[in-house]
């Protein structure tokens, strides 16, 4: 990229800005490229059972490699001459390899026959996934295609993608709950360095902050991603979504009430978690409910909610900063110090949190009546993965 800009000219050109555009467009669609490769090779190699566990352990990976291949720049580029340069062709020859060699390693076990439960713990299934026995009610005899387990949790018949999942009532709920949730976290990780000026933070202390929240954010994708699993038939999955949204509510309002330094500190903290959270139990939904053949896909829809929910919040946190009483210019920049710099923006993100909690219990209901409807019904599909 470098020699490429180089070639165009001085970086301040428009032209060099244009290829730099493109390449980083390039970036992205490698990076993006890779990552749902793996990601959906392994959803589908995995059992339901395992799925919450599989998803925040992949996409904990994604979430964390940029601060990885950071210090990899601070500690072994940054002190050195040309040191961007060196850094960016490092990551040019050991990219494209490990995703390479990854790619021949990763191995197809989608095809391997599961377990099958028996007539009585299809029945206790049932039980504890709180669906009401019907007097008609008879447990299949055999059913070779896929355990009654995955059944209880998916209720699912048929993979489904295109214009019949983005006009799925159940798919729109999930998208923008998510939206809500993971553009709250999204705000809040975009302006965590602005939120620690205007409370008077060091800035000392704004690189610690920042990595707080991405191992914060980390430590909830793995742990709602286990508990998801271990409660699976004692807690439906949007339960998760709903708790993430009272974390994420509860977090913006404390710093806009108190807004100080141990306040954003705890915040982070708690917005890590539910960020996470977010992002592991809504990709997971994902796959369980609308199959796993068409997974990149329907994830690249998912992926979206972030996107606009991110950017909406984003533009009005910006809009409110300027405009607050604590703001003023120092040189070609606007600063802002005080409460009023963020708290109305983490308000507005607060209630819309605990607003998404009443989109989770009509996911949950929809997700139940489902699950009452398809109970035991073979998922033909699952097998042919």
């Known amino acids: 990229m470098q020699f490429c800009l180089r070639a165009f000219g001085d970086l301040s050109s428009s032209s060099a800005y244009l290829l730099l555009a493109f390449f980083l467009f390039l970036v992205g669609q490698g990076s993006y490229g890779g990552f749902i490769a793996a990601f959906s090779r392994n959803i589908r190699n995995f059992s339901q059972a395992n799925r919450g566990k599989i998803t925040g352990a992949m996409i904990g990976g994604f979430a964390i490699s940029s601060g990885i291949y950071a210090q990899i720049y601070n500690f072994g580029f940054k002190s050195t001459s040309n ?39 299809e029945l206790e299934l049932r039980e504890d996934s709180g669906i009401e026995e019907e007097d008609d009610f008879e447990p299949p005899i055999d059913s070779d295609v ?113 807004a100080s330094v141990p306040s954003l500190y705890i915040s982070t903290i708690f917005t890590g978690l539910a960020y996470g959270g977010f992002f592991t139990t809504s990709v997971t939904i994902l796959s369980i409910l609308f199959g796993t053949k068409f997974f990149s896909m329907n994830n690249s829809f998912l992926s979206l909610a972030p996107a606009g929910g991110g950017l909406a919040f984003g533009f009005i946190a910006g809009i409110l900063y300027d405009k607050s009483d604590g703001s003023h210019m120092e040189g070609d920049e ?43 019904q073979p998922l033909e599909t699952e097998t042919k993965l």
């Open 83 to 121: 040191g961007i340069s060196h850094y960016l062709l490092m990551l040019a020859i050991m990219l494209p390899a490990i995703l390479i060699i990854g790619g021949f390693l990763q191995l197809d076990a989608s095809g391997i026959q599961r377990p099958v439960a028996s007539a009585d713990e």
């Open 146 to 258: 896929v355990s009654p387990e995955e059944n209880i949790i998916t209720g699912a018949t048929v993979d489904v993608t295109g214009r019949k999942l983005i006009f799925d009532p159940t798919f729109l709920i999930l998208w923008a709950v998510f939206s809500i949730g993971s553009g709250s976290g999204l705000m809040w990780i975009n302006n965590v360095g602005s939120m620690g000026s205007a409370v008077g933070m060091p800035a000392s202390q704004r690189p610690i902050i920042v990595g707080i929240l991405a191992i914060s954010n980390l430590t909830g994708r793995l742990f709602f991603g286990y508990m998801g699993d271990l409660l699976a038939h004692r807690l439906q999955r949007p339960w998760f979504l709903i708790i993430s949204a009272i974390i994420m509510s509860f977090a913006h309002l404390l710093h806009a009430i108190v």
């Open 334 to 376: 606007v600063v802002c110090s005080g409460r009023g710099c963020f708290g109305n923006s983490l308000i507005i993100t607060s209630v819309m949190c605990i607003l998404s909690i009443a989109g989770s219990i009509v996911l949950r209901h929809r997700i139940k009546k489902r699950l009452a409807a398809n109970v035991f």
